[in-house]
């Protein structure tokens, strides 16, 4: 099938999407937001189990955050979004246990990074915190695992189709056997 500009679009965006890690003053509108939380409740997870919980953290409350973070851009991000998931409600594949609760949480995130790039938005995944430290500042309970923190905000510059330093093909796709 030829690429006609709904695709063109479709892959265009995912040209664009790159970790930023330097953020404008701009705050992230509340319409804006209330989309990017309804693609992290519609992603797909294992089973339809939605093993995951999302803490939307912003304004005075992101101040107790600057001493989590060890890189100073990530201080400025408006909007940071704490991805958490509860292994114990997740799917587990029968023959060797293996817990997707992690999975499902990574996909919704992901699915939400597009979404805010189609906004406009900068995001960086940053996976570097103290869990513990992030436990106790927002009460996350035992059970549940803090898998990262999704820093947000505009980006000082519009983002732009950019060259990414990634494998070659060759090396990560194997066509009918490894
Ligand atoms: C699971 C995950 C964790 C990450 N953690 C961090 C982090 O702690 N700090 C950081 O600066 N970038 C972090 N990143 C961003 C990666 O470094 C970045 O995605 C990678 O270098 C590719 O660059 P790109 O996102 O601009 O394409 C993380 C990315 C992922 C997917």
């Not at 101040?63 to 991805?83: M, S």
């Amino acid at each position: 099938m030829a690429m006609n500009d709904k695709l063109a679009g479709f892959y265009e965006l995912y040209s664009r999407r790159r970790s930023v890690r330097e953020f404008s003053g701009r705050h992230v509108e509340e319409e804006v937001l209330t989309r990017l939380l309804e693609v992290l409740r519609m992603a797909q997870s294992a089973a339809n189990r939605q093993p995951w919980h999302f803490i939307v953290v912003r304004d005075e409350d992101r101040e107790a955050f600057n001493d989590i973070f060890t890189k100073d851009g990530f201080k400025a991000a408006p909007l940071l979004i704490v991805a958490c998931a509860e292994p114990a409600t997740a799917w587990q594949r029968k023959p060797d246990g293996q817990n997707y609760a992690w999975v499902d949480v990574t996909i919704a995130i992901t699915e939400m990074i597009g979404a805010a790039t189609a906004e406009g938005l900068g995001s960086c995944w940053v996976a570097a915190i103290e869990p513990v430290k992030v436990k106790k500042l927002l009460e996350i309970p035992d059970t549940i695992d803090v898998v990262g923190v999704i820093a947000m905000g505009y980006p000082n510059e519009e983002l732009r189709p950019i060259e990414k330093d990634r494998l070659p093909l060759e090396k990560v796709i194997h066509y009918g056997k490894w």
